[in-house]
C-alpha cells in the first residue's frame, strides 16, 4: 500500500495550492480518504474527509469555505484544493485511508501518506 501526497510548497498569504493524494495497492476500494494537517509540536489536526460511498466531504470549522476535496474521476485518488491561505496554514499535510469513516475522522487511520509541507508567508 502506498499513498502518495504531493503538491505543498511555499505559497503567499491569499494564495492557493492544491494537494493530490494518490493511493495505490489499497486492499479493498471501499475506502474512506481524509486530509490532516501538524504543526511542529502540536496535535494532528483533521481538515477533510471523502466518503467513498457518495463522495460526499466534510470539513474542519478552520477550512470550510477555504478547502475542496474532490476525488479524481472514480479512482482512489483525491485533490484538496486550498485557497485564501493564511500564515496559520502553514503545516505537514498528511493524507491517509481507512475502511471506517468515524474512525478515520478521528485520525485512527488504516494508512498514512509521508506528508507534503504547506508554508504561508505573511
Known amino acids: 500500500v502506498q499513498l502518495q501526497a504531493s503538491g505543498g510548497g511555499l505559497v503567499q498569504t491569499g494564495g492557493s495550492l492544491r494537494l493530490s493524494c494518490v493511493a495505490s495497492?489499497?486492499?479493498?476500494?471501499?475506502?474512506?480518504i481524509a486530509w490532516f494537517r501538524q504543526e511542529p509540536g502540536k496535535e494532528r489536526e483533521f481538515l477533510a474527509i471523502i466518503n467513498w460511498r457518495d463522495d460526499s466531504t466534510d470539513y474542519a470549522d478552520s477550512v470550510k469555505g477555504r478547502f475542496t476535496l474532490s476525488r479524481v474521476n472514480t479512482g482512489n485518488s483525491v485533490y484538496l484544493q486550498m485557497n485564501s491561505l493564511k500564515p496559520e496554514d502553514t503545516a505537514v499535510y498528511y493524507c491517509a485511508t481507512g475502511l471506517r469513516y468515524p474512525s478515520l475522522r478521528l485520525g485512527v487511520a488504516d494508512y498514512w501518506g509521508q506528508g507534503t509541507l504547506v508554508t504561508v508567508s505573511s
Open positions: 495497492g489499497l486492499p479493498s476500494p471501499n475506502t474512506h
